[in-house]
């Protein structure tokens, strides 16, 4: 019966083309490794290498196998993972990306209450902007991000979270500094400082102004909101940013105006790759953000 422990050894020595590197890679002994591979090929009742020749080769019938080898190997070891994480539930590494601006809104107190709650799962954040985190979750170096809406649900798995708007932020002696709303098209003509173009949220604000019939005019990017901020209240251009992080202006130096035709939305969720492993360890953080807005609602 041909088990992980064959599968491995064929694909060491595919790898290799060498039985004495592939068993000393696998930390076999070389007949060891010559037996597991004749018995696999007794199994299937093909050969798999030409041994005939001074140098090993794949034959043809093991070239066939080797895309189903593989396969099956990532399955096999995703069962293993499976039942060892239900053998040993709360623990595990989570990658989490988490975008700045997101990250000091919402997340400084979920992150703390989650670490004391399940102290053997180990989170490691990798902060940035929401272009980069899906990016990075496509390239598998993060296992769960956060990002905003919307996005290609053919490529992400979506979890929406929390449903918010962008707020505009003025100088206190700005024209406009006293309306209850302004018109996107009003801003025609004003300096805007924006978050750089890694972040999701330059290209919503610079969307909605070229649907408002205007290209913005961009005197700052930068990662920073509350640099933005503080560049608002000294008088240098207007920028636009989420509702909660305009809670932290000092309402004595700006003013927070709602945006109007078209407001612009900032709804967040947890994605993932789709169809990809979901550990328990990553079920139980996605369970815990949920719950977590949810109570916040």
């Known amino acids: 019966m041909i088990d992980i422990k064959h599968i491995r050894c064929f694909l060491e020595v595919c790898k290799e083309l060498s039985f004495s590197r592939a068993s000393s890679n696998l930390h076999l002994s070389q007949p060891a490794l010559s037996k597991i591979i004749q018995a696999m090929e007794d199994e299937l009742g093909i050969p798999l290498f030409n041994r005939s ?73 990798v902060e940035e902007g929401s272009r980069i985190v899906e990016q990075t979750l496509l390239d598998g170096q993060i296992d769960l991000g956060i990002t905003i809406l919307p996005l290609d649900t053919e490529q992400f798995d979506v979890i929406p979270i929390i449903e918010r708007k962008l707020k505009l932020v003025l100088p206190i002696n700005h024209p406009l500094a006293n ?76 003013a927070v105006v709602h945006v109007t035709d078209p407001e612009i939305e900032w709804n967040l969720a947890i994605i993932r790759r789709k169809n990809s492993y979901v550990s328990s360890a990553m079920l139980t953080w996605i369970d815990f953000i949920t719950c977590s807005f949810q109570e916040h609602s």
């Open 53 to 125: 020749t001074r140098h090993l080769h794949i034959t043809d019938e093991g070239k066939a196998i080797i895309p189903y080898a593989k396969r099956l190997l990532r399955q096999m070891e995703d069962l293993l993972q499976v039942a060892s994480e239900q053998q040993h539930s709360h623990s595990g590494n989570i990658r989490f990306g988490l975008p700045p601006v997101i990250g000091s809104s919402f997340f400084p107190s979920i992150i703390t209450a989650f670490k004391k709650q399940y102290p053997r799962i180990k989170l490691t954040i």
């Open 179 to 254: 309306n209850a709303t302004v018109s996107l098209k009003q801003l025609q003509g004003e300096e805007f400082l924006m978050f750089s173009q890694g972040f999701s949220l330059y290209d919503r604000v610079r969307d909605a102004c070229i649907k408002a019939g205007f290209e913005p005019i961009i005197i700052l990017e930068s990662s920073q909101w509350d640099f933005m901020m503080e560049m608002v209240a000294s008088g240098n251009g207007i920028c636009i940013l989420p509702e909660t992080i305009c809670e932290h202006a000092d309402l004595t130096r700006c």
